[in-house]
């Protein structure tokens, strides 16, 4: 008679395990999931992240407070804070959004050390405000901004003021400061015909991003767009497709007047081709009008 | 065979544990939430950044939009509680204010609070 051997049932054990996990995962991934609650901004969707990072940025601009947003801002866990504030600035600058919130985001990511695309609108422009004051935007011509922002490692316990870094911008745009300064007509046929093309650069040249633009004809008829929406070109570039045989009039918003006239009945190409006119109208600050040069 | 089956009713045990906790631990689904999750420091943070936002730019809308994302059943009373616990608790003036502004806008007034009211020709 053979006794029964004491061997380990492994084969047993696996499949309970291999059954168990199987059920386990189940359980834990769809039928009881983690609720996650009491969470940090970390856990926050990638919307209310921003908007998270938006409202630091606003209160900032209050507070004026570095190392106060500096922790918030590291609630989110992530390692490159000064780049995603930059980051958000830049594409709400190309959105189009609230200026006061890019301003918002502007200041917030450059008092943190970094260099948004937005800050040669939005540098250093603003004072923490009140609700007397009437909020504007405040684009400059100065290029990236003066100030020299405090980094983190700077902040101490009781962290000071940093209201005196920000060098209010010397130049604010207003009404007078953007003119006309060359209006070319254009005949050519094909691709790119058709076109308003309109540039805005500063004292240097520079082109300026994140000026309204309306296009106006017919009377009734309008449409508002934002320079810097095709960076490839120029910064300060937009452009409109018009349609033949109407009269436009273009006009930065709260910039300049308007320039009217534009018409788009068919012109006729060297090569006899008939075409509607491209208009290429570049503004830049008035420091004269005097030399500014029109072709008609 | 009673020690097989009892092997296997460990194993199973044993695998069932270990699978929820790693289901738990390693989510596959998307486990991001909104600001209404959030720790009530946080939660408190949040609605002093609110308070800051709206002594800034002064637009009640959107700040009470804000508000409204903490999910709270009553915002006013949230604000309310909130500003009087900050004043219990001595915490910076300036938050303080912002809170009562917001609390005021609301439609209430408690005595600790009578302290950080702005005059209105004075509010910022």
Redesign the interface.
Not at chain 1, 128 to 131: C, K, Y
Not at chain 2, 7 to 25: E, H, I, T
Not at chain 2, 27 to 35: E, L
């Given at each position: 008679m053979q006794e029964d051997s004491p061997r380990?049932?492994w084969i047993?054990?696996?499949?309970?395990?291999?059954?168990?996990?199987?059920?386990?995962?189940?359980?834990?991934?769809y039928l009881?999931?983690?609720d996650?609650?009491?969470?940090?901004?970390d856990?926050?969707?990638?919307e209310?992240q921003q908007?998270?990072i938006l409202?630091?940025a606003?209160?900032y601009?209050?507070?004026q407070e570095i190392a106060r947003a500096s922790a918030?801002l590291a609630?989110l866990d992530t390692h490159d804070i000064a780049e995603l504030v930059s980051l958000q600035a830049d594409e709400a600058l190309l959105r189009g959004d609230d200026p006061?919130e890019v301003r918002a985001l502007t200041t917030l990511a450059e008092a943190l050390g970094a260099s948004p695309m937005a800050a040669e609108v939005f540098s250093g422009t603003t004072a923490?405000?009140?609700?007397d004051e009437e909020?504007t935007v405040t684009p400059t011509f100065e290029g990236i901004a003066s100030p020299t922002p405090p980094t983190i490692g700077d902040t101490t316990d009781t962290p000071t003021p940093t209201q005196e870094t920000l060098t209010p911008t010397p130049q604010i745009i207003s009404e007078t400061d953007l003119s006309l300064v060359e209006r070319e007509t254009v005949c050519e046929a094909g691709e790119g015909s058709g076109q308003i093309e309109i540039l805005v650069l500063n004292r240097d040249e520079i082109g300026i991003p994140a000026v309204e633009v309306r296009v106006e004809w017919g009377g009734e008829d309008a449409d508002t767009f934002f320079t810097g929406l095709n960076p490839g070109v120029d910064p300060g570039y937009a452009d409109f497709s018009m349609v033949v045989d109407r009269v436009y009039s273009v006009t930065l918003v709260g910039l300049t007047e308007p320039v009217v006239g534009l018409d788009s009945s068919n012109c006729t190409t060297d090569s006899g081709e008939e075409s509607i006119p491209t208009y290429r109208l570049t503004f830049s600050p008035n420091n004269n009008n005097d030399d500014a040069t029109v072709d008609e | 065979m009673q020690?097989?089956?009892l092997?296997?009713?460990?194993?199973?045990?044993?695998?069932?544990?270990?699978?929820?906790?790693?289901?738990?631990?390693v989510?596959?689904?998307?486990?991001?939430?909104?600001?209404y999750?959030?720790?009530?420091n946080?939660k408190a943070?949040?609605t002093?950044?609110?308070g800051?936002?709206y002594?800034?730019?002064?637009d009640w809308d959107k700040a009470q939009a804000?508000l409204g994302?903490l999910a709270e059943p009553d915002p006013a009373t949230y604000v309310v509680t909130l500003a009087e616990q900050y004043i219990a608790e001595g915490r910076n003036p300036?938050d303080i204010r912002?809170l009562v502004a917001m609390a005021v806008r609301f439609g209430y007034t408690t005595p600790p609070m009578q302290l950080y009211i702005s005059p209105p020709d004075s509010?910022?």
């Open positions: 380990f049932p047993a054990l696996l499949i309970g395990l291999v059954i168990g996990i199987a059920g386990g995962l189940y359980y834990g991934w009881n999931p983690v996650w609650v009491n969470i940090g901004p856990k926050l969707n990638a209310d908007e998270y409202l630091v606003e209160a601009l209050q507070e918030r609630a006061n923490p405000a009140t609700l909020r | 020690r097989t089956l092997v296997l009713l460990v194993g199973l045990g044993l695998g069932a544990l270990g699978g929820a906790v790693f289901g738990w631990l989510p596959i689904q998307d486990v991001s939430t909104g600001f999750e959030l720790h009530p946080y943070d949040y002093v950044m609110v800051a936002a002594a800034a730019d002064g804000r994302r300036n912002n509010e910022q």
